[in-house]
Structure formats: structure tokens, C-alpha cells
């Protein structure tokens, strides 16, 4: 999540990696033109529709849920050009955010978002944030393996990554409940109120994923 670029003014951070993204030849052309909607036990994740930039604000912009990712904006105009740019990334083949919705209710508590590390999506990151009145609920979870099979089955990657600051003990606990194995530390990789952080590194393989699923119903429980 916290590499995710997530501005305030709707404008985005090109770098190298995002230019050479633009180019790419996406695995699957539908989920371009618009992202599945796709239903779990407890919440639907959809695409980010531009009515859903004051819950976010007010889910998202709080001490507790930001404090280990960039900084997301922090006015309804800032989310509803953050929501503008996800759909234009999406539709650009780069990057998908999808809303989390839960059942009963029409208003996003939360996102998940999936970008491409390398031109293809052969190598994803993924990342996400949850309003903290639905935290330990079980939402995440059941919107993590959600986001984990669009990863691999409508995208096609075969390497998903998190990563997470070894201080943000939710966001660990919460990947390595998902099944992400940790492969190491990044050291001051990412930079938060002025303080270079450590990360940890979490990947998900798509042939670990598929196996334990057809085996056991899946690494998470
Ligand atoms: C990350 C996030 C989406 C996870 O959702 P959540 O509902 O809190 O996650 P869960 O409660 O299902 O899982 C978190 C796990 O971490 C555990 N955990 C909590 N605090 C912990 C700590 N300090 N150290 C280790 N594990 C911890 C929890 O006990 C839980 O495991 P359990 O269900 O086996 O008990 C949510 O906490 C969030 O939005 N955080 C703010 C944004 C963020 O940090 N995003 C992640 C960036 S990588």
C-alpha cells in the first residue's frame, strides 16, 4: 500500500516503471474497460465511483489508518481525483481499485488496490486500507482472496507483492493470515513524516495460491 500513488491534487508520481507500464500489452482486456464486480461472503468489491469520495475521506483520512501509507487526500475533491485517476490507470491497463463494499450497505469502507510492477502484469503489488470501525471483522479477508484471484486469474500475474512497515503490526499480521510468505526486509524503503521506514516484503505465488486452494480450500482460513 504505501507505494501507492495516492495525491491529494490527482496528479501522480510518473517515474521510470510507470512509463514503461503505459506500454504494456495487458494479459486480459476486460477488466480494462471496466472491473468486475465480485461478491464474498461478507462485502462486494467494486470499481470507485466518484459518490464514494466522502466515506472514503472519512474512512481513510484517519491517524490509526494512515499512519503507515502515503498520505491519502484529505478533502472530498482530493478522493474524487484520486477516484478520476484510478479509472484512468485501469483503463491504461496499469492499475485496478476496487471498492469495498460491505453487504447490506452502499457505501465503500475501504480499497484495494493492484498495480503492475513490470510492463505485462507478470509481477503485481498489492495493497489496501480498511475504515478501522470494520477492522478484525473478517472484511479484509474476505476481500483480500477476492482481490487475490482477480490477481491471478482475470490479470494474470504470477507474483503478487505487499509491502508493509515492520512497524505496522495489522498490516503484517494481516498479510501473513492471507498466506503471504515474508521474504525480507527492505531497509528505509519507504518514507513517512520525514523517517525512512523498513518495510517487509510479502509475496503470494499464483501456483502456491491455486494448490492449496484445490487442496485445502485455500491458504487462508
Ligand atoms: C491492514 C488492514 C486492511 C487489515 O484489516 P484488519 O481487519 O485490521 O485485519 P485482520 O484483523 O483481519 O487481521 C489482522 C491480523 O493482525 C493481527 N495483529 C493485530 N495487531 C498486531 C500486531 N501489533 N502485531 C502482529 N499482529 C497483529 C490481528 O490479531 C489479526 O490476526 P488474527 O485475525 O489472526 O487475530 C487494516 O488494519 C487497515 O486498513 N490498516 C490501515 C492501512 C494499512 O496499514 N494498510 C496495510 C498496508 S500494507
Given at each position: 500500500?504505501?507505494?501507492?500513488?495516492?495525491?491529494?491534487?490527482?496528479?501522480?508520481?510518473?517515474?521510470?516503471?510507470?512509463?514503461?507500464?503505459?506500454?504494456?500489452?495487458?494479459?486480459?482486456?476486460?477488466?480494462?474497460?471496466?472491473?468486475?464486480?465480485?461478491?464474498?461472503?461478507?462485502?462486494?468489491?467494486?470499481?470507485?465511483?466518484?459518490?464514494?469520495?466522502?466515506?472514503?475521506?472519512?474512512?481513510?483520512?484517519?491517524e490509526?489508518?494512515?499512519?503507515?501509507?502515503?498520505?491519502?487526500?484529505?478533502?472530498?475533491?482530493?478522493?474524487?481525483?484520486?477516484?478520476?485517476?484510478?479509472h484512468?490507470?485501469?483503463?491504461?491497463?496499469?492499475?485496478?481499485?476496487?471498492?469495498?463494499?460491505?453487504?447490506?450497505?452502499?457505501?465503500?469502507?475501504?480499497?484495494?488496490?493492484?498495480r503492475?510492477?513490470?510492463p505485462g502484469?507478470?509481477?503485481?503489488?498489492?495493497?489496501?486500507?480498511?475504515?478501522?470501525?470494520?477492522?478484525?471483522?473478517?472484511?479484509?479477508?474476505?476481500?483480500?482472496?477476492?482481490?487475490?484471484?482477480?490477481?491471478?486469474?482475470?490479470?494474470?500475474?504470477?507474483?503478487?507483492?505487499?509491502?508493509?512497515a515492520?512497524?505496522?503490526?495489522?498490516?503484517?499480521?494481516?498479510l501473513?493470515?492471507?498466506?503471504?510468505?515474508?521474504?525480507?526486509?527492505l531497509?528505509?524503503?519507504?518514507?513517512?513524516?520525514?523517517?525512512?521506514?523498513?518495510?517487509?516484503?510479502?509475496?503470494?505465488?499464483?501456483?502456491?495460491?491455486?494448490?492449496?486452494?484445490?487442496?485445502?480450500?485455500?491458504?487462508?482460513?
Amino acid at each position: 500500500m504505501e507505494k501507492m500513488p495516492y495525491r491529494d491534487n490527482g496528479q501522480v508520481l510518473v517515474d521510470m516503471q510507470s512509463a514503461l507500464s503505459a506500454q504494456a500489452v495487458a494479459t486480459t482486456t476486460d477488466w480494462r474497460h471496466t472491473l468486475p464486480v465480485m461478491t464474498g461472503s461478507m462485502v462486494t468489491l467494486r470499481e470507485l465511483r466518484l459518490s464514494d469520495a466522502a466515506s472514503l475521506l472519512a474512512m481513510l483520512s484517519t491517524e490509526e489508518v494512515s499512519r503507515f501509507i502515503s498520505p491519502p487526500p484529505t478533502t472530498v475533491e482530493g478522493f474524487e481525483r484520486f477516484i478520476a485517476w484510478t479509472h484512468r490507470e485501469r483503463a491504461a491497463g496499469n492499475y485496478a481499485c476496487f471498492a469495498v463494499v460491505p453487504h447490506a450497505m452502499d457505501t465503500a469502507i475501504g480499497i484495494f488496490q493492484l498495480r503492475q510492477l513490470e510492463p505485462g502484469f507478470a509481477t503485481a503489488e498489492w495493497g489496501f486500507a480498511i475504515g478501522s470501525a470494520f477492522w478484525g471483522t473478517g472484511v479484509f479477508l474476505d476481500g483480500a482472496k477476492l482481490v487475490v484471484d482477480f490477481a491471478f486469474d482475470m490479470v494474470g500475474a504470477h507474483r503478487l507483492e505487499a509491502r508493509a512497515a515492520v512497524a505496522n503490526g495489522r498490516g503484517n499480521g494481516a498479510l501473513q493470515k492471507v498466506g503471504a510468505v515474508q521474504e525480507g526486509v527492505l531497509r528505509k524503503s519507504f518514507l513517512r513524516n520525514g523517517e525512512y521506514l523498513d518495510q517487509t516484503l510479502w509475496t503470494i505465488l499464483d501456483d502456491d495460491w491455486r494448490r492449496s486452494k484445490s487442496v485445502w480450500g485455500g491458504l487462508i482460513h
